[in-house]
């Protein structure tokens, strides 16, 4: 049998909607997302910090949601890849992951994108090496980080450009 401890009720922001949610202390930030609220863009992978696929932001900054507890959230601003489209339509971001073919198996993809998105709010023109020193948290077996890399430099200028994110 499964020993339980008992629960605490929290309110989290998760891309500009407030959940009350009761939440054993133990349960991280990713397990909530995930299990208990059904946010399944941040993804399950290594469970224990090492691959950056868990990344949510956290009052903007990248954070591993795996090693978050989501009592530690109380009061934050957390946002998920779900919180950056509007609607149908895409931030700059993840449309030029599309665009660019970033996207081999897609498992760290929403974690890039926001990683990405994050970079992008405090450095909107990054060299190559800016970029890869940001993802450099996140791992992907698949693409070679070549499209990752234009991909961002790509949402980078369409950003500038005053591309409108409605």
């Known amino acids: 049998m499964r020993d339980t401890l008992e629960a605490t009720s929290v309110t989290l922001d998760i891309n500009d909607v407030s959940y009350d949610v009761a939440v054993e202390p133990r349960w991280t930030l990713l397990y909530v997302l995930r299990e208990i609220l059904g946010l399944t863009g941040t993804k399950y992978a290594c469970g224990n910090g090492e691959c950056g696929n868990c990344t949510v932001l956290l009052n903007g900054k990248p954070v591993l949601s795996c090693l978050m507890l989501a009592i530690e959230c109380e ?8 919180g950056l489209a509007k609607g149908d339509k895409l931030h700059p971001v993840q449309q030029s992951f599309i665009d660019n073919h970033a ?29 890869k020193k940001a993802i450099s948290g996140t791992l992907c077996r698949c693409t070679g980080y070549t499209k990752i890399i234009k991909s961002v430099k790509a949402g980078a200028e369409e950003m500038r450009s005053g591309a409108k994110h409605v």
């Open 75 to 82: 009061g934050k601003k957390i946002t998920t890849i779900e």
């Open 103 to 131: 996207i081999a198996c897609g498992h760290c993809t929403p974690a890039m994108v926001l990683v990405a998105y994050a970079l992008l709010q405090s450095n909107p023109d990054p060299t190559d090496e800016d970029i």
